[in-house]
């Protein structure tokens, strides 16, 4: 790696956060065009129910627009190829039928947000009500009512995976688990929620956005097709956006309200989502249910594993990645990286009155490792073993890399026996067995508890072609020039909200080029001046406008080898890039001053220079595109309360390998953000519904997120296996710390209370749930 | 989540403050640290004509001794408290508990008049005060009066307060140096109102012993008479209490409270 220690594999610190600590961010709710009128929603405060009527008095009516102003707007349609796939039609303001509480049905216009919020108060909505379905199991109950009438039924999807003999190897394990799980449905919370203004500018005849988004040029697409104007009338800009993590990474009926709004009123119109509307009608991810049954032979050896799952999809299909993802990801995940012998299950993803679930950091993974990793637990239990041991019976050695798994998912490298052997050292998994002997003079239970998963990150064409939804990644781009003096500037169609791409590309730029990275200046989230992607999701920016940026930097450098070889007089065969300079045998020029003279001092080249210039724009895709395979190991130490069901974690390892790492630094935060995202998940996140599909939660008091006193010391150990695949061997890591902690964590609470015969089954982990199981166990 | 819109005022004096309040007893509300009242106002919960806000009165925010007691004001910050500017009277358990409210930012705002008239089950200083036998004094337009703190606070949410008047100061009885106290929540995470909580003042020289149990979904509970915590004081002495107090708690609530009671009866005897 390079000398000077700022390219790849330097923990530099990140460009991007002087502006943000002095509080010189720019994000949506700071951009406020002159003669802007604020938006707010008249909302559905029910979760099924048809709409007779809406009254408007008279004298705001010209600041309140329905479904039937909006009637040239198409509905928002995320469809997927997977047969017996069921698309869902989701208005941006409904008209006849509200399918979950929040749903828009009116929008309120006026100078200020409180005024809006003054008008909505006035606008009476005549419901009648429906039976709920509040439950993605009483979805499919016999009789349900229906929520898309035209279905039939209550399911977007019904998958089936069956791989090798399932039943010879029920026949034969010595050891049958059986388990009912349950994850939370949560609410993912970045510290910035969405906001969206909308602008009609006369004069390119475009509607221009500025939104809180992480794939501008997918809200460009979706847009586009919702409100039938050209891809090119439409500039979707993302300026500073406050965390991600999927809350942004869709298409929203917001967006598409305000930009037929901005075009009705050929005034600029701006939307700041609050906490209310995101925790009651936005923001809703995870839930699943699973029923496991785990086959393992008398040494606790995994060899089947039976599953029928169901993900609660939610009332609609979320554009782009639709209501197939979760669930059909479930189907394929389960086994985890564990090498086994025969695979059934078969997966519902129901549709109830709830808002649609969105992709939240980890996607499927989080619940599909916690049911996995708690019913190697029980097995572990059953034979008597440690929960290492069993694990390492069913883990691909390294010399099995490459692996293809049960469900011919293909693990690019690895070793991960190593990396779970590690977490056991680390956590000291012998010193806590001794601690365990005698109960300390609080009364409280020592327990430990282990994950280990993998997650997939850049997929590429190979894998969403097959999905059949409005996106399909391809070759991701970058643009590169070196402008007039001499910086940089690389643009990317990924959003940087938190990555901290501004500084990894700019360590990517100066590992091929040499130059500063503080010459390098990054542009992206703006669909006006950046090449097309799919935008930042599935943990790939690192591997894709990686490897994209590297690409246009080699590129790059030949453009500036033929004006340098010219300049320099010297053969272009004799040049070479190294340092931020073009540099032959005798002597040598800096980019800097290439780019002066291309730009500035054109008498001073050659008659016969290459025309070329300093800019080009090149795709890049990995050599083979199915994905990278970083994984980790999750240990958690925990006491738990058995008088009041508190759970405090003691101690939290975390054995990563993300390949090579382009900043360890960076890598440590996205572990460390992910993790404590993970206890969320763990112990306190949970937006529950009552019968009639009410939300539960609707403030930050109710729904409980983990804070600063909540979260451990996080103790993070890299190992680097290369990927064999990617430009610098890197694999996608952003969202492997919200995967592993309820696994651990409920494997550590369940240790703790095996003396009691007591399991938790249930997400999250909270003293309730704890007293329970612990009275069901008649402790 | 914004308010609707509201007048504010703010009097210098009890007897203008009255006033302001007197004109619409029902649509105007008395504004003190605004932890509660505010967002209530932004989900509006509530839509007050006018907003009264009694900060810069005087009386409202002194601290001072006398005569064997404890006055403060009821603009007295947690913070104030917690940091040790009003005068210990309680052995240093006023200040324990203020530092165990919310968070700082939430201290620093907060006060303790505002946190008994709010009369929330799970907040620290109902159960507290209830504990140190506190007294409160209304200010309204015919006057004033002094009530108990258990005649004052009538269920969750609810108090003897009257429209129009404001809570102008609490008294504080001083307790004997031999005293001991305990106190003991469990909120699920820092800074949460809490899930259960206890109090416990042993005061033989006065002749005091009395637990408070809050957190409860009803009237908190305040036993003071035939009460004898003792060294032995244990979990099924404690849940005879719950059981007897609290018929109608769920197993979950009522294994909660009798933790927290058995603990604070521990830190006031051990």
Not at chain 1, 759 to 773: F, G, K, S
Not at chain 2, 46 to 64: F, G, H, Y
Not at chain 2, 190 to 218: H, K, N, P, W, Y
Request: net charge negative; hydrophobic share 40%.
């Amino acid at each position: 790696m390079n000398d000077a220690h700022q390219g790849v594999g330097a923990p530099l610190p990140r460009k991007e956060d002087d502006r943000f600590m002095r509080g010189r961010g720019r994000f949506v709710a700071d951009i406020k065009p002159a003669g802007i009128r604020e938006v707010a929603f008249v909302r559905s405060p029910l979760a099924h129910a048809r709409i007779r009527g809406v009254r408007v008095p008279a004298d705001i009516r010209d600041r309140v627009f329905l479904s039937n102003d909006l009637e040239d707007v198409q509905p928002i349609k995320a469809v997927s190829a997977l047969p017996g796939f069921k698309s869902s039609v989701q208005p941006a303001v409904a008209g006849d039928k509200v399918r979950h509480v929040g749903e828009i049905v009116g929008i309120c216009v006026a100078d200020t947000r409180a005024e809006a919020e003054d008008l909505v108060a006035q606008v009476e909505v005549d419901y009648e009500e429906l039976p709920a379905i509040h439950d993605m199991l009483q979805a499919r109950e016999e009789g349900a009512a229906l929520i898309h009438d035209e279905w039939g039924d209550n399911v977007f999807l019904e998958s089936f995976v069956d791989v090798g003999d399932i039943l010879a190897v029920a026949a034969r394990a010595a050891i049958k688990v059986e388990r009912e799980y349950r994850t939370a449905r949560q609410c993912m919370a970045p510290i910035e929620g969405r906001g969206v203004i909308a602008e009609w500018d006369t004069r390119l005849e475009q509607l221009v956005v500025h939104s809180a988004t992480q794939m501008p040029h997918i809200v460009r697409s979706g847009m586009a097709e919702c409100l039938g104007l050209d891809h090119g009338r439409i500039r979707i800009i993302a300026p500073d956006v406050g965390g991600g993590f999927g809350y942004k990474g869709i298409l929203l009926a917001e967006e598409v309200a305000l930009g037929w709004l901005a075009r009705h009123l050929r005034r600029p119109v701006r939307w700041i989502e609050d906490r209310r509307e995101h925790l009651i009608g936005n923001a809703n991810c995870r839930e699943h249910h699973y029923k496991i049954t785990g086959y393992a032979d008398a040494d606790g050896r995994l060899i089947g594993l039976e599953a029928e799952a169901h993900v609660d999809s939610g009332a609609y299909s979320a554009y782009p990645f639709s209501a197939c993802l979760e669930s059909a990801q479930v189907g394929s995940i389960l086994p985890g990286p564990y090498d086994f012998e025969a695979f059934r299950c078969r997966t519902w993803s129901s549709c109830t009155n709830k808002p649609p679930i969105l992709p939240y950091r980890g996607v499927a993974r989080t619940g599909v490792c916690f049911a996995m990793e708690l019913v190697l637990d029980a097995i572990a239990r059953e034979a008597g073993k440690e929960p290492h041991q069993v694990r390492l019976m069913n883990l691909p050695p390294p010399e099995a890399m490459p692996f293809d798994n049960i469900t011919a998912k293909h693990f690019d490298s690895g070793d991960y026996p190593t990396c779970l052997k590690k977490a056991v050292d680390a956590i000291d998994l012998s010193g806590v067995r001794d601690r365990q002997k005698s109960v300390g003079p609080d009364g409280r239970r020592i327990g430990v508890g282990f994950s280990i998963f993998c997650e997939q990150g850049a997929h590429g064409t190979t894998v969403y072609a097959g999905w059949g939804i409005p996106m399909v990644p391809g070759h991701e781009q970058c643009g590169a020039r070196l402008t007039p003096d001499g910086e940089l500037e690389l643009r990317i169609g990924a959003h940087s909200h938190g990555q901290g791409l501004e500084t990894t590309l700019a360590q990517v730029a100066h590992e091929i080029l040499g130059i500063d990275p503080g010459l390098v200046r990054l542009v992206h989230g703006d669909t006006g001046v950046t090449p097309y992607s799919t935008g930042t999701w599935g943990s790939r920016c690192m591997v894709m406008s990686g490897g994209a940026v590297a690409s246009a930097c080699e590129a790059l450098a030949e453009r500036a080898k033929k004006i340098g070889a010219a300049l320099l007089q010297a053969e272009e065969s004799e040049v070479r890039v190294e340092g931020g300079s073009v540099v032959a045998l005798n002597n040598a020029m800096s980019l800097v001053d290439i780019a002066r003279t291309w730009y500035l001092k054109p008498q001073d080249l050659p008659i016969d220079v290459d025309p070329s210039g300093l800019e080009v724009t090149v795709g890049y895709k990995p050599k083979v595109d199915t994905g990278t395979f970083s994984y980790a190991a999750h240990a958690a130490v925990v006491a738990v309360d058995v008088e009041i069901g508190h759970v405090e974690i003691l101690d939290y390892v975390v054995v990563e390998d993300g390949g090579v790492l382009v900043n360890p630094m960076i890598a440590d935060g996205q572990v460390y953000g992910g993790t404590v995202q993970g206890i969320g998940t763990a112990l306190y996140e949970e937006m529950a519904f009552d019968e009639r599909g009410q939300p539960l939660a609707s403030t930050l008091a109710d729904y409980l997120l983990p804070g600063t006193a909540e979260s451990p010391d996080i103790r993070v150990l890299h190992m680097e296996t290369p990927s064999p695949y990617t430009r610098f061997g890197q694999k996608g890591i952003g969202e492997s710390g919200a995967i592993g902690p309820p696994a651990a964590i409920g494997n550590a609470v369940n240790d703790a209370l095996k003396e009691f015969g007591a399991e938790v089954a249930r997400l999250p982990i909270t003293p309730r749930r704890i007293i329970a199981a612990l009275e069901e166990a008649g402790a | 989540m914004k308010p609707a819109a509201f007048d504010y005022e703010r009097p210098k004096s009890l007897a203008q403050a009255t006033g302001l309040l007197g004109e619409d007893p029902y649509g105007n509300r008395v504004l003190s640290g605004g932890q509660s009242l505010g967002p209530m106002l932004n989900l509006r919960l509530v839509q007050p004509k006018c907003l009264v806000d009694v900060r810069k009165i005087p009386e409202m925010t002194v601290a001072e001794e006398d005569n064997g007691a404890l006055l403060l004001g009821g603009c007295t910050t947690h913070s104030a408290i917690e940091d040790g500017t009003v005068p210990d009277v309680a052995n240093g358990m006023m200040a324990s508990v203020a530092a165990g409210i919310a968070c700082r930012a939430v201290r620093n705002k907060g006060t303790v008049g505002g946190s008994l008239t709010h009369a929330d089950p799970a907040a620290d200083w109902p159960v507290c005060l209830l504990a140190l036998g506190a007294e409160v004094t209304l200010h309204g337009p015919s006057g004033q009066r002094s009530l108990r703190l258990q005649e004052f606070l009538r269920g969750p949410f609810e108090t003897s307060i009257e429209p129009g008047e404001i809570l102008s100061r609490v008294r504080i009885p001083k307790i004997s140096a031999s005293a001991r106290w305990g106190y003991y929540k469990f909120c699920r995470k820092v800074g949460e109102f809490a899930e259960t909580m206890a109090a416990v003042l042993i005061d033989r020289d006065r002749d005091i012993a009395r637990v408070v149990i809050g957190a409860t979904e009803g009237r908190l509970i305040v036993l003071d008479q035939g009460f004898d915590p003792a060294l032995d004081f244990d979990s099924g002495q404690a849940a005879a209490i719950v059981d007897e107090h609290l018929p109608g708690a769920d197993s979950y609530k009522r294994r909660l409270h009798t933790a927290a009671l058995r603990r604070a009866v521990a830190e006031a005897t051990t």
